[in-house]
């Protein structure tokens, strides 16, 4: 709409990321979305975009092609050490953050997003809705995870005083 206003000159490259544990978009994208298949979307901390069978894969096709997109998916790991990485600037981020952030660093290092690309990554939700993944992280209580990020919680007793100090 944009470009046929003449508000821009051209169609921004359109990125989508998704959970490793649901991405029928990736994996269509892999075949030249040649194929579409739906899957039963797997448990994952991106619990907001758990999503096997997207109703919109019509136009998300189309945008991603005529915009010469490209897909990244994020593993439930990569996900959740972006989204600490990212906190260590202050943000407290949710896990669909982390896939977006997992998706922006994986693309940069293949060279597809070069350092001189303007890039927008949208958040959508905030950490707090998401606390017990989070503390898990950071405690180091998820199975399997390095938790490269941590920054682990301190114990205080149920008293004010003791949570001043």
Known sequence: MCKDLGLVDRI?????????????????YKTGFKEFNPTKAEDTFASAIQIGDPVSIDRAIYALVESNGVVEEASEEELMDAAARADLTGMFNCPHTGVALAALIKLREQGVISPSDRTVVISTAHGLKFTNSKIAYHAKEIE?????????????????????D
């Open 12 to 28: 921004p490259r359109m990125v989508v990321a998704q959970a490793q544990n649901a991405n029928p978009l990736y994996r269509a």
């Open 144 to 164: 399997g995870f390095a938790s490269q990020y941590a920054n682990p919680p301190t114990t205080v007793k149920e008293d004010f005083g003791a949570v001043m």
